[in-house]
């Protein structure tokens, strides 16, 4: 299927490694130009080189820096005059008992994974209304829809961020325009993040990591761990001309992890 995005930009937030850089490598794939963005420049710009190779015909535009700073959302902002698409994402906050998280803690949380994102469709959605097309995806977690004892961080702001888009995703001057946003909710996927959160768990429980993790998958119905790709081709799919009927939905990708029947 020819997704009908070709030529068009993408601003993809936090996308050197995982889920963000499966859905650049996606985009790329389709013709999209993308600006990436991450903190560790080296990382980062290795990634933009992949992603060339993988597409030599589209520009790839490297940004270093904070995306949950303002400094670095005016620089990925400035790297490009224009986006079609914005795709938000920003590492997750550490997971931790409630009782040692003060302010100062809430609020990095926050800014990253609430913030962040709305400043930059603040920025972004009134140009793609303009023009009359914009995709707007946030990667969040399945954790808002089935919320994760230890990650009551990532719970909490990223509940606010969802029902925040739910309202803006159904406003007039975005719905009719034909912008859409929505946030893909990952389960657990092959990543660093996650190979990271589950080894510091079998730590704790006395596990090796290989047991820990092979327990993890035999309680996930799919019996596995999804991969970057997966993740990466609903990312495009829902970037695609194709979806422009899909807005303010909660698109949850788990292998059927989350035991819900909506
Ligand atoms: P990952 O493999 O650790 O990759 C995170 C990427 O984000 C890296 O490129 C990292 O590069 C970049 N990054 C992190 N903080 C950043 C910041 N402040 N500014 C700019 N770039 C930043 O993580 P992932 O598994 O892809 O996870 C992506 C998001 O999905 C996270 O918020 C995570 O909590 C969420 N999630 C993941 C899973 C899963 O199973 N993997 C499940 C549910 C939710 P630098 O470190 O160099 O900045």
Not at 76 to 82: D, M
Not at 167 to 181: C, E, F, K
Not at 213 to 233: H, N, Q, V, Y
Request: hydrophobic fraction near 40%; charged fraction near 20%; include cysteine.
């Amino acid at each position: 299927m020819n997704l009908g995005i070709a030529g068009r930009w993408a601003l993809v937030c936090a996308a050197s490694k995982g889920l963000g850089k499966a859905c650049a490598e996606a985009l790329v794939r389709e013709g999209v130009n993308v600006v990436i963005t991450a903190r560790g420049e080296q990382t980062l710009n290795e990634t933009a080189l992949q992603l060339r190779a993988i597409n030599p015909e589209v520009t790839v535009i490297a940004v270093a820096g904070d995306i949950s700073t303002p400094e670095g959302r005016a620089a990925a902002l400035e790297a490009h005059e224009h986006f079609d698409i914005l795709v938000n994402n920003a590492g997750g906050p550490p997971p931790g008992d409630f009782r040692e998280w003060d302010r100062e803690v809430w609020l990095k949380a926050l800014d990253a994974n609430m913030l962040t994102p709305i400043e930059l469709i603040k920025a972004t959605v009134d140009g793609m209304a303009k023009r009359g097309f914009g995709r707007i995806v946030n990667i969040t977690s399945s954790a808002v829809k089935s919320p994760i004892e230890s990650l009551g961080l990532s719970n909490g702001a990223r509940s606010g961020l969802t029902g925040f888009v739910a309202g803006l995703a159904r406003q007039d001057s975005i719905a009719s325009r034909n912008v859409t946003i929505n946030n893909l909710q990952p389960g657990s996927f092959d990543t660093d993040r996650l190979r990271g959160n589950l080894l510091d768990a079998a730590q704790e429980m006395g596990l090796t990591g290989e047991e820990f993790l092979d327990e993890c998958r035999s309680e996930i119905p799919a019996k596995r761990f999804g991969t970057a790709e997966e993740f990466g081709a609903l990312c495009a799919f829902v970037c695609s001309s194709h979806a422009s009927y899909i807005t303010g939905q909660n698109l949850l990708i788990d292998g059927g992890a989350v035991r819900s029947s909506q």
